[in-house]
């Protein structure tokens, strides 16, 4: 039995994976991260495995705690050059996102054909990876909140909520200011999300999987017109799968 944690600078999320199945998953406030673990300390835990995308004294005080309440190796999934035969594309890997790294990772030892990952968090990250297991870049867009927030700075406006976001691709030119600017939000995802698909598409010469997560993953992919496969709690998913080939 191994525990797995994604934990980000808002939300941490921890599951237990065993026989290859996820399970007992719950997401926190990073700063109460102490208190999930109190949820699982008596399950007995072999190993746990970890990704981490906040600055490394936090990463240090969530360690302390695990130390303090599991007894169990601590392995963490840091981005780098390649890793179970899947290449990293950035200049720098290690400026790679660890999450998206391990997100990669995982679902090209999974599926072993091209991928199309978009996770809808903070922001929106896409991350393309061809048959040969080579991530060859991404692109980053911005989250609700940062695309709210240029129009509250800018003009005063409310910022936006999930709920209040159009939530069909049959557009109608909005009569209320924050229908035009939800609506515009989730036109612009849409269209960059086809565009650079198809873009890739042509580029590689087949269609790969494409793979949506995260907090508004859902709502996005019932947008699209490209099949999609939604999978939550992606990043913990495969640090499960990478526990399994490593």
């Known amino acids: 039995m191994r525990l797995l944690i994604d934990i980000g600078n808002t939300h941490t999320t921890l599951g237990v994976?065993?026989?290859?199945?996820?399970?007992s998953v719950i997401t926190v406030e990073t700063k109460n991260f102490s208190r999930a673990l109190l949820k699982i300390?008596?399950?007995p835990i072999n190993?746990?495995?970890l990704t981490s995308v906040v600055a490394k004294n936090i990463l240090s005080k969530v360690k302390k705690s695990l130390t303090k309440l599991i007894s169990a190796k601590i392995i963490e999934i840091k981005s780098s050059s390649?890793?179970?035969?899947?290449?990293?594309?950035?200049?720098?890997?290690?400026?790679?996102?660890s999450d998206r790294w391990a997100s990669i990772v995982g679902l090209f030892s999974l599926y072993k054909k091209p991928l199309y990952i978009i996770d809808c968090g903070t922001?929106?990250?896409?991350?393309?990876?061809?048959?040969?297991g080579n991530h060859i870049g991404g692109f980053i867009l911005s989250g609700t909140k940062g695309y709210s927030r240029s129009f509250v700075d800018a003009n005063n406006l409310k910022k936006i909520k999930l709920s209040n976001l159009q939530?069909?691709?049959?557009?109608?030119?909005a009569k209320t200011t924050e229908k035009a600017i939800s609506g515009g939000y989730v036109l612009m995802v849409i269209s960059a999300i086809e565009k650079s698909y198809n873009d890739f598409?042509?580029?590689?010469?087949?269609?790969?999987?494409?793979?949506?997560s995260g907090g508004y993953g859902e709502f996005i992919s019932k947008q699209l017109s490209i099949r999609s496969k939604y999978i939550p709690n992606l990043a913990v998913k495969c640090l499960g799968l990478i526990s399994d080939r490593l």
């Open 47 to 49: 190993e746990i495995f």
């Open 201 to 212: 598409s042509k580029q590689i010469g087949e269609n790969p999987i494409l793979v949506v």
């Open 41 to 43: 300390k008596n399950k």
């Open 123 to 132: 922001a929106i990250s896409i991350d393309c990876v061809n048959k040969k």
């Open 167 to 173: 939530s069909s691709l049959k557009f109608k030119p």
């Open 17 to 23: 994976w065993t026989n290859s199945k996820l399970s």
């Open 82 to 97: 390649k890793l179970l035969n899947v290449t990293n594309g950035y200049e720098s890997p290690g400026k790679l996102g």
